[in-house]
């Protein structure tokens, strides 16, 4: 499929009222009119917490399930991350719902240390791709955005998605590092974030955008505004471009070892 019709959502999140959260994203899906995927924060139903005892569950529980249902009767793929307990070990799991019902997820690697995330969720250990409509989508969250080794495009990913908690006092550090995984990774790139302040009171400004593969915002909700925004992406488009500019042949070689 050559277009995706994509819709990013940036929310104002009820510190850990799941019930009222997912109320909320069900009203505003209804309002959805045409799209292939929605796009929901980090954490997009308590904000960033490391209350890991309450909120952990498996893949089969209701928040996942929740997406699941969702995504089968809205007739779209619903993106966004959780807190799953994988055995003994919780993760910050990025979820994709898909409008057939199933799921699959993708562990974020970097743990933001400064908000002590290390100390209550294990490191993702695999770089995962999905694959959706013939795009292949890299799924990553937050703090991974700060690390481009992790990020790098081998000519294995057409669109790259960040779901964040981003505080305001580093906005501007959002913006410039979106696009220039954009512009190094010849890619579309995502990145959908919170409004509001938090239970810890920390502030959020949103900044959440869609940047095409040169570095330009396409669509993007208003700062410290909760909303939506849809823009269609082309994948000819982007091939062309990588035709006509394929600095990816030129990229150094190297292996990620965790």
């Not at 924060?41 to 308590?46: N, R, S, W, Y």
């Not at 900044?207 to 000819?236: P, R, Y």
Request: hydrophobic share 40%; charged share 25%.
């Amino acid at each position: 499929m050559d277009k995706l019709n994509i819709t990013i959502i940036q929310p104002d999140i009820v510190w850990e009222k799941t019930s009222v959260n997912l109320n909320k994203y069900e009203k505003l899906f209804e309002k959805i009119e045409k799209s292939d995927m929605v796009v929901l924060p980090e954490m997009f139903h308590t904000g960033f917490t490391m209350n890991v005892e309450e909120f952990a569950q498996p893949m089969n529980g209701r928040v996942v399930s929740w997406m699941q249902n969702h995504a089968l009767e809205q007739n779209f793929a619903i993106m966004g991350s959780t807190t799953i307990k994988d055995e003994e070990d919780i993760f910050n799991r990025f979820i994709m719902a898909m409008p057939c019902g199933t799921a699959i997820g993708a562990d974020k690697r970097h743990l933001f240390r400064m908000g002590e995330e290390h100390k209550h969720f294990s490191p993702g250990t695999k770089q995962k791709i999905f694959q959706y409509f013939g795009w292949r989508i890299r799924p990553l969250v937050c703090y991974d955005l700060r690390f481009p080794v992790w990020s790098r495009n081998q000519n294995d990913y057409d669109l790259l998605i960040y779901v964040a908690n981003w505080p305001a006092p580093r906005r501007e550090v959002w913006k410039t590092l979106l696009k220039a995984r954009a512009i190094e990774n010849q890619c579309y790139v995502i990145g959908v974030n919170r409004v509001g302040k938090d239970g810890m009171d920390i502030d959020y400004t949103g900044d959440s955008m869609v940047i095409d593969f040169k570095g330009n915002v396409i669509a993007e909700v208003a700062e410290n505004t909760e909303g939506m925004a849809s823009v269609s992406l082309s994948l000819s488009e982007l091939q062309q471009f990588r035709d006509k500019f394929p600095a990816h042949l030129d990229a150094d070689k190297f292996e990620v070892k965790i």
